[in-house]
Nanobody, 124 residues
Framework: QVQLVESGGGLVQPGGSLRLSCAAS????????VSWFRQAPGKEREVVSC???????YYADSVKGRFSFSKDNAKNTMYLQMTSLKPEDTAVYYC??????????????????WGQGTQVTVSS
């Protein structure tokens, strides 16, 4: 059974840090494109960061320099290290995986596996 399980969300003060984890089971992340998305209340889902199967890591401008996306193929887990968090980072964060082989990030519809979502709240 293909599954992505997230952990690491929570409440943090502005300027703080959190690390999200996303463990895969039922398939290996090694050749997959992987991504983190987020959705804030009343807003559309947006891509935060993406690692294409063959290309370079992409970061949304809003998180560039503050977030770092990594993938540990041995542990079959991906991570999103978030630093200098801002209230506008508050959202439900989702990890996703796609079997699309490309140097570019797949479109959201091309991600076939999704995590359950984890809430990140940045507030004082």
């Amino acid at each position: 059974q293909v599954q992505l399980v997230e952990s690491g969300g929570g409440l943090v003060q502005p300027g703080g840090s959190l690390r999200l984890s996303c463990a895969a089971s039922g398939f290996g992340l090694g050749d997959y494109a992987v991504s983190w998305f987020r959705q804030a209340p009343g807003k559309e889902r947006e891509v935060v960061s993406c690692i294409p199967s063959r290309g370079d890591i992409y970061y949304a401008d809003s998180v560039k320099g503050r977030f770092s996306f990594s993938k540990d193929n041995a542990k079959n887990t991906m991570y999103l290290q978030m630093t200098s968090l801002k209230p506008e980072d508050t959202a439900v964060y989702y990890c996703a995986a796609s079997s699309i082989i490309s140097t570019q990030c797949p479109t959201p519809r091309e991600f076939g596996a999704w995590g359950q979502g984890t809430q990140v709240t940045v507030s004082s």
